[in-house]
């Protein structure tokens, strides 16, 4: 398995099990699941964006730059939307 492997699939495994854990416990108290739905999908869509991106070498946005540019910006997107959905869902569970 090529490391890029790799880190996908951890990525995913981690993703799964922060918004597994995120929907079960806000299910458990009763309040809805809308806003982490919506970060997964956002998760989803980045991913789907940049493997469209790298998967298309003559189309490169970054005309020759390569793919390392848009790799950092997809990886702190993909890891800032669970960080924010954990917060969301510690505010809702502390204020009300």
């Known amino acids: 398995m090529s490391e890029f492997t790799r880190i996908v699939v951890y990525m995913a495994l981690a993703l799964i099990v ?3 854990l ?3 416990f806000s299910l458990l108290e ?3 699941v809308g806003i982490y739905i ?3 999908v956002a998760n989803v869509i980045v991913g789907l964006w940049f493997w ?3 998967t ?3 189309n490169d946005p970054q005309a020759g730059m390569g ?3 848009i790799m950092i910006i997809c990886g702190i997107i993909t890891i800032a939307l669970p ?3 954990i917060v969301i869902y510690l505010l809702r569970r502390f204020i009300n």
């Open 18 to 20: 922060i918004y597994g």
């Open 22 to 24: 995120l929907i079960k």
């Open 30 to 32: 009763g309040k809805s």
């Open 38 to 40: 919506c970060a997964i």
């Open 52 to 54: 469209s991106v790298a």
């Open 56 to 58: 298309q070498p003559d």
């Open 67 to 69: 793919l390392g540019p």
């Open 83 to 85: 960080l924010i959905a």
